[in-house]
């Protein structure tokens, strides 16, 4: 069984084949990768104390443990294996949802994320999975309609493509032979007053903004802004803190009298805080976890590259699988149970009957 395993993992390694499901304990199936060989990890597991699987050996289902310790170290241990068949530059996605027992909120997303960077992992983003929707019985206490989504990765540097993830703006610059306004309406005229007339800048203070101010009118007017602000010592306030200490941004007002926040055409990154549905077209009624693909486009686009793989080792009906295809990337899923495998499987033959891949 190793052998046709191995076989699996070569072909999508080499090229030969786009996607694979592997049947197993994602423990032992991980140790039959070779090493720096996935470009992303993105993965749900099976939450503490939520859900019964039907899986034939409940010895090796993460997510049974007597104790909140016991599930936060065997996740620790997954990741630990991950990190050895992550590419030096990649990156692992862990989405993961808390558990109130014995009406004790356990914080176990922080648990295992805790346990993760003590492990060696660097942990670059907690993104806020609001699903925007949800039931709750209980009476003394708020809903709960959210998750976490963390973004893990080896090492400080990694590849991360920003610009394949911008939002681009709405609205453009309007630019004539008489003026500059910007997407919100600025013109510069007000900065350019404000400067002039300061008691706060000194003269040759004064020629450097205004230079500044020229400047970025000139980036807007060749399109490469959208908009801007200009934050002048003395006129408006410095954002976050006002310790150059603390603030890159009040050291900058202090030694030069103002700094600028430039809106880049190209767009600007997303927050994190993602408003997105959880799915319910693979679902089933036997998987109750649905990974939306919306929520992986973002992490795909950004963290593996064009034709890259992607890996979840608790694939459950293959939604990391399936989005990697639609974003041209191979993907290979594994779980424990055949029954989401099966689903899988039916879903990314659905898929191929659609369209062609690619």
Known sequence: MNDRVKSDIHSIISGKRKFAFLLGDCCELLELFPENSMDCVITSPPYWKMREYDVRDKNKLIGNEKRPEEYVKRLVHVFHKIKDILKPEGSAWLNIGD????????????????????????????IIWDQMKGTQSVKDRLRDV???????????????????????????????????????????VKYRN????????????????LKALDEVLGEVKKGELVDFRMTIRGTQRTYHSN??????RAKELADKGYYLLKSRAKGYLPSDIWRVVPEDKWRKDVHYAVFPEEL????????????????????GTG???????????????M????????????????????????
């Open 335 to 358: 779980d424990l149970s055949e029954t989401y495998l099966n689903l899988a499987k039916e879903r990314l033959q659905k898929q191929a009957m659609q369209r062609v891949l690619f």
């Open 296 to 315: 992986l486009e973002i992490p795909i686009r950004a963290t593996c590259p064009e034709d890259g793989i992607v890996l979840d080792p608790f694939c």
């Open 99 to 126: 558990k109130y027992h014995n009406k004790n909120l356990m914080g176990m997303p922080w648990r295992v994320a805790f346990g993760m960077q003590s492990d060696g992992w660097i942990l670059r983003n907690d």
């Open 194 to 209: 404000q400067i002039i007339n300061s008691a706060e800048l000194n003269e040759l203070e004064k020629e450097d903004a």
């Open 319 to 333: 939604s990391a699988v399936s989005a990697s295809m639609n974003l041209r990337r191979r993907g290979i899923g």
């Open 243 to 248: 310790s150059s200490k603390f603030s890159g």
């Open 146 to 188: 959210y998750e976490h989504l963390f973004h893990f990765v080896k090492n400080k540097t990694y590849y991360y493509d920003h610009d394949n993830i911008r939002i681009k703006p709405r609205k453009k610059a309007v630019v004539t032979d008489k003026k500059v306004i910007t997407a919100t309406g600025v013109s510069g």
